[in-house]
């Protein structure tokens, strides 16, 4: 286990509705970044969030967009959903934003847009 | 053309079997490597972390970068059944000041009793 917890596991919305992903870093890790896993394929860069700022921010539009809190945690909130959003959405914590640092996912969370 | 590719297999192997997966990148910029196993419904679990050229073992496994090629390798001795699970190579590309990795598309592994 890596000490980084997502909620919920799983998630059912209809097109065109919200949604808000949770995001608990590893104890002592101030970066959070947020992937996109389609079936099949690899995890895909969303952004990332280093001390409450987004740090990078990976091919996805605007309706995608985030918030990291003071202890860390991260929010990850998708707006309008479309029926290709339904992926697994990965968050995973590091120590820092320099780009070598190891990366720790959590488990996921798996969203289903009908 | 996609900046990592992975042969997504399936790859299906008796236990005790040598497994080698492989990737290849196009952007020489990438200084970082790394594998992750990923079991069915599961977040990815970092196995082995490289960095530039080289070998790297850690148990069964073993990691080799060549950069010169672009291309990098994980290899599994003494397979075992608990070994089946997609694995993904990933890299990343510093001084950049973003924590991004880019990944393949996953292998599928499954060794067979």
């Known amino acids: 286990e890596t000490g980084v917890t997502q909620s919920p596991t799983h998630l059912i919305k209809t097109r065109g509705q919200q949604v808000t992903l949770r995001c608990s870093s590893q104890?002592?890790?101030?970066?959070v970044s947020w992937y996109q896993q389609a079936l099949g394929q690899g995890p895909q860069f969303i952004f990332q969030?280093?001390?409450?700022?987004?740090?990078g921010r990976g091919n996805f539009p605007p309706r995608f967009s985030g918030l990291q809190f003071p202890n860390y945690s991260s929010e990850l909130n998708v707006n309008a959903l479309e029926l290709d959003d339904s992926a697994l959405y990965l968050c995973?914590?590091?120590?820092?934003?320099?780009?070598?640092?190891?990366?720790?996912f959590g488990p996921g969370t798996r969203l289903l847009v009908l | 053309q996609k900046e990592v590719e992975q042969d997504p297999g399936p790859l299906s192997v008796p236990e005790g079997a040598i497994v080698s997966l492989n990737c290849t990148y196009s952007?020489?910029?990438?200084?970082?490597f790394m594998w992750y196993r990923q079991y069915s419904r599961k977040g990815p679990e970092l196995l082995m972390y490289?960095?530039?050229?080289g070998n790297k073992e850690d148990g069964r496994f073993t990691a080799q970068v060549d950069k010169s090629s672009k291309y990098i390798s994980l290899f599994i001795r003494d397979s075992q059944p608990s070994d089946s699970a997609t694995y993904l190579c990933?890299?990343?590309?510093?001084?950049?000041?973003?924590?991004?990795?880019?990944f393949g598309q996953g292998t599928t592994l499954q060794v067979k009793p």
């Open positions: 969030y280093y001390r409450e700022e987004e740090n």
């Open positions: 995973a914590s590091s120590t820092s934003a320099r780009g070598q640092e190891t990366q720790y």
């Open positions: 990933a890299m990343s590309a510093p001084p950049s000041n973003t924590g991004k990795l880019i």
């Open positions: 490289t960095y530039s050229s």
């Open positions: 104890s002592g890790h101030n970066t």
């Open positions: 952007n020489s910029a990438f200084q970082y």
